[in-house]
């Protein structure tokens, strides 16, 4: 297991800001060598700990938060990985509280993503969910 010091954690958050950012871009911004920035982002993906990197593109497909409560007689693990391998799945979390599994869904329209609820909800171990439709994300407006 790698630890993470200060330095890994600034190059980790200029990184989620713009993947795109150059190594003497960081360089200059933490006041190291390039040298030092292009060694640390290497042993951050041989490590494991950079995964990959990606865009992020402007969305205007429609989305759907969704909470859904398992019976207490099916694992939540079960579930999940089923719901995993539904379509339209963006994000899908194990939770703690009134819900056991909390989901992002996107789709072409609304009615794509009614098909996957419906596809959630017939489960054998979903007891209810709960969706939220999105009506702006105002994280996205702010960049």
Known sequence: MIILDDVDKKILELLRKDSRMS??????SLELSEG???RRIQKLIQSGIIERFTIEARDERPKALVLISVAP?????QIAEKIA????VESLFEVAGSYDISLTLSGEDINSINKSIEEIRSLKGVQQTNTLFVLKDWLKLAS
């Open 23 to 28: 190594y003497t871009t960081m360089a200059k």
């Open 85 to 88: 391998n539904i379509g339209r």
């Open 73 to 77: 007689s099916t694992p939540t693990s």
């Open 36 to 38: 030092t920035i292009r």
